[in-house]
């Protein structure tokens, strides 16, 4: 069973390069911690806050961070396969360069967030908030992200190509240079009222 901890409070602490293994948090608060080069296996935080903390080139794999609130934390090169963020926030947080491949972001709110040039490779984001965010130049193929909230968010030349469109309204976002596939294509062109023969 993983090591359970519960309504722990950490600040200032130094786990540069720490290993995260099977341990589930609850409800604990993460104060300036730095968790530059760490990695977390298998690690569940659920209801957790983090704050100020520098995940600079941490690597995260099969953990789930459900419900958590990140605010100005740095995320530089971090890396997420197969994780599970439902539910989570971030606010104010650097997120770029970022990777994530596979793992559900569902219910993510990530609103102008600035994401320039991050890679997001089938992931499920079922009802993400990207209002305002900025993904220019970046990667989000193969993913869910029916029901999302895209008012306002910048596309230019991202690659779209087999995520789920649907929820887009390309009136409201900036769109010029993204690249989609023809299938994508048809269903704009419905979610904009064109009957296609």
Known sequence: MPE?????TYRHDD????EIVDRHF???SFQEIDLTEATTRGAVFTECSFGGVRLNASRHVDSAFTRCVFTRCVLFEAEFTGCKLVGSTFTECELRPLRVEGGDWSFVALPRADLRGVRLTGVRMREVDLTGADL?????TNADLSGGHF???RLTRCDLRGSDLSAIDPTVVQRAGAIINPDQALVLARTMGFEIR
């Open 4 to 8: 359970l901890t519960e309504d722990a």
């Open 15 to 18: 786990w540069y390069g720490e």
């Open 26 to 28: 609850v409800r604990c």
């Open 136 to 140: 220019t130049g970046g990667v989000l």
């Open 151 to 153: 008012a306002g968010t």
